[in-house]
């Protein structure tokens, strides 16, 4: 339009939820092209190919809120004003009267079933519409426990109509007094699973060498531990490890059990054969994925024989268990289960569900049912897995809490799942396909990044009452203390690239923040999980704050938290609500960063966009390096001097009693840099280039304790209030 107004697809778009413009970390203004608009339209249902049709889709868009006469779920907040449950409907001309509503507690609720009458066209009015319908209030006058409860209304429609209430409190879960700057100040190390050694271990962590950390952590003062994604990968791709990418975010990694803690195991002496390739897969720096995977699969068949002859359908305790397990996993676990027999099954058509034949693309077809029928041993085979998984994973919560930790598990939930995967096949009518989520060029990746992975459909997310992102919250705070949630940003709006697009041609989708807080405060309570939510990267003006009053905790490195002129920012200048720590997995460990480690990988694999890009990072770093030093000396932690790209030796702990220093209420060690690893655990924006998601410790668990150097940093916590000296 030449006189600056814009056109209907781009007043469709920001009605859909697409904001078409941005800045990005640089702050060069990225603009959305149209063709990226168009796509972002139809994986949304509002198909824009020519302006007629992006007209009648806004007209549709604009009416579809007056043809909901119950919308699918309505959420209060406890305290909220009115504090009686009040619910919006819309009704007509036509009153198809007289009005009665019925409310079904949730099972386990503190309330009772009620009912109560209305006249349709005596409610309150709050606003009017088209063809002459009518927006109003159905008060209930009830006072609801926090929970998932259903309401039935008649007399709206000519047929009865249901919706949820969730009744959700106004902020996450934290401890009395925990907010309290004078309150306790918690550390723990963090750790990626799979790269722990062992004793006894199969070539990769387990949840054996997790508890063996947990017990440790909590002997020297820690109040947490935490853990990479424990989310399901892929029996037939064992290539594809990368933890952030997973078949499904509802259940665990079965490659993380520990076969000799398995309870057939000592019944099982084929596994004795096993036993002599292990000194082999132990040893290297880097795990050997396919050998890994393939031996720990065959002795989970065989123990899950073993397990059939002895418990299953039987009044056995480990029996009765696994009845109580499947009962609990319901159609969930099951869906999972047939979808892993699937991938096996059609693993040489290819790697996604979408090679397999079309009759087994929806969950619910016959076909499905009738394969599943016939893989029955294979898809039980499945579901025992994570009952088994499960059950190690609470052994290792209960390592921590007999050990002294007052928070324990600390689990971690990527922001979405493998688009060939279990989840993005069961939820296919809650995802917008076509679309990839990503994030926009930064400084530590100037080409952006697409994880390729669809979001959520808005709309069809509430449409299913938000249920299927209760259940994977659900999921992951099981057995834990405190959840860490992958770009927490991804609740307010998340950055997408159409497929096939380049990163600068995407945008920021709009998702019902408010809606997703109040569920995800809702699963905290219930849970007694405190959440942590990874807050990196472009952040919304005000979303920290909104973070802040709802009691989720800010994310702050050492490496990020600067002020204008890059002076490192003060520790007494941390917020209260905040885990901290000196870097994460996407980064480089202390001793990289100090070495330029990361620089050397994305030079050689030409991550950097330009050779401006490359000189601007590397006279970054060498800026940083006198930066750090000039700080940390003036805080009473001076370093030596062993060369310019050599980390001093007292670099770890200077950062350590830095950090230690801030009045965040969580500090976090990462066990690359208790144990000085110069390489970092993924490089992001490759796949394969680098050795992503394949590093192991350099020392078993069991020894950490004689290598000291976990103690020494125990010890500098101690004496700055955290730790076994605050515990006492």
């Known amino acids: 339009m030449t006189d600056g107004t814009p056109g209907v697809l781009r007043v469709l778009a920001e009605r859909a939820g697409v904001i078409d413009r941005c800045y990005d970390a640089f702050g060069s203004l990225m603009v959305a092209p149209d063709a990226a608009l168009k796509a972002a339209l139809a994986a ?126 106004r902020r996450c879960w934290l401890p009395e007094g925990w907010e309290d700057r004078e309150g306790p100040r918690l550390w723990g190390v963090a750790t990626q699973v799979h790269g722990l050694r062992s004793l006894n271990d199969w070539g990769m962590g387990d949840f054996d060498s997790l508890a063996v950390l947990a017990r440790l952590t909590g002997r020297q003062g820690g109040d947490l531990l935490g853990v990479s994604p424990l989310h399901a990968l892929f029996p037939a791709r064992p290539l594809h490890a990368s933890p952030y990418s997973p078949n499904s975010r509802l259940f665990l990694n079965p490659l993380y059990i520990s076969i000799p803690s398995v309870p057939e195991y000592d019944l099982s002496p084929e596994l004795a054969a096993f036993t002599n390739d292990l000194g082999a897969l132990q040893q290297p720096e880097l795990i050997d994925l396919a050998a890994v995977a393939e031996g720990k699969w065959s002795a989970l068949a065989i123990l899950h024989r073993r397990f059939v002859a002895q418990h299953l359908g039987r009044r056995t305790p480990r029996g009765q268990a696994f009845t109580a397990f499947l009962k609990e996993g319901g159609e969930h676990l099951e869906k999972f289960a047939i979808f892993q027999t699937l991938s096996e099954h059609f693993k040489e058509r290819g790697w996604s569900w979408r090679d ?34 499960d059950r190690q994973l609470a052994l290792v919560a209960k390592a921590a809490a007999d050990a002294g930790q007052r928070v324990g598990l600390y689990r971690d939930l990527a922001l979405g799942s493998d688009p060939t995967g279990a989840d993005c096949w069961a939820l296919r009518g809650v995802m917008a396909e076509g679309l990839s989520v990503g994030a926009p060029p930064d400084p530590w990746n100037a080409k952006g990044q697409n994880w390729g992975f669809p979001p959520f459909h808005p709309g069809h997310l509430r449409q299913a009452a938000y249920q299927p992102f209760a259940r994977m919250i659900r999921a992951n705070m099981r057995e834990a203390g405190a959840l860490r949630m992958d770009h927490v940003l991804g609740l307010m709006r998340l950055f997408c690239i159409p497929w096939g697009m380049e990163g600068r041609e995407g945008f ?110 590397s006279m970054d770093r060498h800026n940083d390096r006198p930066r750090i030093r000039a700080t940390l ?89 955290r730790g076994a000296a605050a515990k006492r």
């Open 44 to 169: 949304l249902g509002w198909p824009a190919e020519d302006e007629a049709q992006a007209a009648r889709s806004l007209a549709a868009l604009e009416a579809a809120p007056w043809a909901e006469a119950l919308p699918p779920c309505v959420i209060h907040r406890l305290g909220d004003t009115p504090a009686v449950l009040t619910v919006p409907v819309v009704t007509t001309g036509d009153s198809f009267g007289p009005g009665r509503w019925s409310l079904t507690p949730e099972e386990g609720a503190q309330a009772l079933p009620a009912t109560g009458t209305f006249d349709p066209q005596s409610l309150t009015v709050e606003e009017s519409g088209p063809e002459g319908k009518t927006r109003r209030r159905l008060d209930l006058g009830l006072d609801l426990p926090m929970g998932y409860h259903r309401l039935r209304v008649e007399g709206l429609a000519p047929t009865a109509l249901e919706t949820v209430l969730i009744v959700a409190p």
């Open 356 to 389: 397999w034949p079309a009759e087994f693309h929806d969950p619910a077809a016959p076909a499905v049912a009738a394969f599943a029928g016939e893989q029955a041993a294979r898809v039980l085979f499945h579901q025992w897995c994570q009952f088994e998984a």
């Open 508 to 617: 920021y989708l709009r998702m019902p923040f408010e809606d997703l807080l109040a569920v995800l405060a809702l699963e905290s309570h219930r849970a007694r999980c405190i959440v942590v939510g990874e807050d990196l990267g472009t952040v919304p003006d005000g979303f920290r704050d909104r973070m802040r009053e709802a009691a989720v905790l800010s994310y702050r490195l050492f490496f990020f938290e600067r002020g204008h002129d890059q002076a490192l920012t003060p520790p007494e200048a941390y917020p209260r609500l905040a885990t901290v720590a000196a870097s994460t997995h996407d980064l480089p460990t202390l001793a990289g960063f100090w070495a330029g480690r990361d620089l050397a990988w994305k030079n050689d694999l030409d991550l950097f966009p330009s050779e401006q890009a490359r000189n601007a990072e």
């Open 633 to 721: 000396a003036a805080a009473g932690t001076p370093l030596s001097d062993p060369g310019t790209f050599t980390p001093p030796p007292e670099l770890v702990p200077a950062v350590t009693a830095w950090l230690a220093r801030t009045p965040s209420l969580i500090l976090m060690l990462q066990i690359e840099d208790v144990l000085e690893m110069p390489e970092q655990a993924n490089m992001p924006g490759t796949i394969d280039q680098h050795p992503n998601w394949r590093r192991r410790i350099p020392l078993a668990v069991e020894a950490l304790e004689v290598d000291g150097r976990l103690g020494r940093l125990a010890c500098i916590l101690a004496s700055h209030g």
